[in-house]
């Protein structure tokens, strides 16, 4: 059987930027896409904030950014992790711009920076509220050319393993089981969300690269890092909630309780503009101080021509859901929206599997220590997309082999997509009551152990019954996975933490 040189997963931007990378080569290798959807629909694209990078150095530094970093993760961060980003980031950031991505400008023409929670400068160049969309948009169809890169959508990874010089995937696509070799793999399939109720993550985070890695043997690190956003749109009927940009509060929005009172004063001398983890655990602690859980966004002071110039498609989802936020106050509560840790890799990406990579969400690199920095994610994922790349095509030469064609085998006869049954549907459930009861902003220890036990139980069963044969199928499982190693990893820290130093 032939096979690709590189399979990535996912169409994010790690995924994008990795293949405009393995493209751009003296000799491009044969790489193959795979988009559990459409190609457009990932993590990424629904990034608002922007992208923290020093561009220029009168008024910022890197030791600044390093700095905003550390103290965000609170030290807990890889250092080195943390000074190649900030290092190389502005030079991929300028890259993108090459390529066509816009960025805001001010009236004199340079680049617009705004201020977002736990930045000390403004240094975070944006598309509107859309960044991740416009880079996204910018990229596709520059991978899409590439003569070297085939791109599949509705194609979902059911399982993994290794073969002789590589990986065989096993993918459900367009209704049919096929098979596709490659030597390398790259997980660039974003975050772990549609494991909690209330999530900002699109419907295919489901931590699919996280369980493929597991499963292949790789080490899984710090996967209870877990952030929650603070200021999600409050809707407490809807599952994926719709989130108000941390550049809302950068550009000078109040957070107010039920009272209509600000007090973030109580809990941070930064107030809105804390780090993510600090405010999020601060509305916790303010919701039972105050005895209820409303909270807001209050932009309204800021008028209305700079509200709408500044943020048109929040101010647009807002409006959809009944609140005018030029006159209104913006109804917030948190809720689930990124992973710190993940796959664990080293700085060239690489995980502790020969030929297995990974990078963006699904990845630990230990950038982000205990919280994440705001707008640190979308450089990350053009950072480590791009070193991944460039590792895999330094190993390819040196092996001085590359595929020159691509194949894929089908497994079985074509099978109609199944769709989610009612035990499935309520097993997913299930496991999304449990993480918001076991571990939401702060961990519950009181249910911990038993909710460990439970997520532990299911997925071994579900791994009993063999290959999913379904997208439904292969989500529960890794649902089921990330949610055991999730509890798992709090309730070891959480043991950690009762035991007294010696």
């Not at 990874?157 to 696509?173: I, Q």
């Not at 749109?233 to 809807?238: C, E, L, M």
């Amino acid at each position: 059987m032939n096979a690709y040189d590189v399979i990535i997963l996912g169409s994010g931007l790690a995924g994008l930027y990795a293949a405009l990378q393995l493209g751009e080569s003296d000799a491009p290798p044969r790489v193959l896409m795979l988009s559990k959807q459409t190609s457009n629909i990932s993590g990424s694209s629904l990034a608002q904030g922007g992208v923290a990078a020093v561009l220029e150095e009168e008024h910022d530094s890197f030791a600044l950014h390093m700095e905003d970093t550390l103290i965000a993760g609170n030290f807990t961060n890889d250092v080195e992790a943390v000074n190649i980003l900030v290092r190389e980031g502005p030079e991929d950031v300028r890259r993108v711009m090459e390529l066509g991505v816009e960025f805001d400008r001010a009236p004199d023409g340079g680049l617009e920076k705004t201020l977002e929670g736990g930045h000390s400068r403004r240094r975070i160049v944006h598309h509107a509220d859309q960044t991740g969309k416009e880079m996204v948009e910018k990229l596709l169809p520059q991978v899409l050319a590439l003569p070297n890169v085939t791109l599949l959508e509705d194609a979902t990874a059911c399982s993994a393993h290794h073969a002789v010089g590589g990986f065989v995937l096993d993918v459900l696509h367009a209704g049919r089981h096929k098979q596709f070799r490659g030597s390398f793999l790259l997980l660039a399939t974003g975050g772990i969300g549609r494991v909690y109720r209330r999530t900002t993550n699109p419907p295919v985070s489901t931590g699919d690269g996280v369980r493929l890695a597991y499963e292949l043997g790789a080490a899984i690190k710090n996967l209870s890092l877990v952030q929650f956003h603070p200021t999600a749109f409050d809707a407490p009927q809807v599952d994926e909630q719709f989130l108000i940009s941390e550049a809302v509060r950068g550009e000078g929005a109040f957070l107010l309780n039920a009272r209509g009172e600000r007090f973030m004063e109580r809990y941070d001398p930064r107030l809105e503009l804390a780090p993510r983890d600090v405010v999020s655990q601060s509305i916790l602690r303010e919701a039972r101080r105050v005895g209820a859980r409303q909270f807001y966004l209050d932009i309204r002071h800021r008028g209305a021509d700079f509200i709408l110039a500044r943020f048109p498609s929040i101010a647009a989802a807002c409006r959809e859901r009944g609140v005018d936020i030029t006159t209104e106050k913006i109804p917030v509560f948190p809720c689930q929206h990124y992973l710190m840790g993940g796959v664990d890799v080293d700085m060239e990406s690489r995980t502790s599997i020969p030929g297995l990579y990974a990078a963006g969400e699904c990845a630990h690199t230990g950038l982000h220590g205990g919280n994440r920095l705001a707008s640190n994610s979308l450089p990350e994922a053009l950072v480590f997309g791009r070193r991944a790349a460039q590792d895999i095509l330094r190993r390819l030469r040196r092996a001085g082999r590359l595929c020159r064609d691509g194949s894929q085998v089908d497994l079985e006869a074509p099978v109609a997509q199944l769709a989610l049954g009612a035990d499935m549907r309520l097993e997913m459930q299930a496991i999304q009551d449990t993480m918001q009861e076991a571990f939401f902003v702060e961990p519950n220890l009181s249910v911990l152990p038993q909710a460990a036990k439970r997520m532990r139980a299911l997925y071994e069963a579900l791994k009993q019954s063999g290959a999913p044969q379904s997208r439904a199928a292969a989500e529960l499982r890794s649902l089921a996975c990330v949610a055991a190693l999730i509890l798992e990893d709090v309730e070891e820290k959480a043991d950690a933490a009762l035991v007294p130093n010696g």
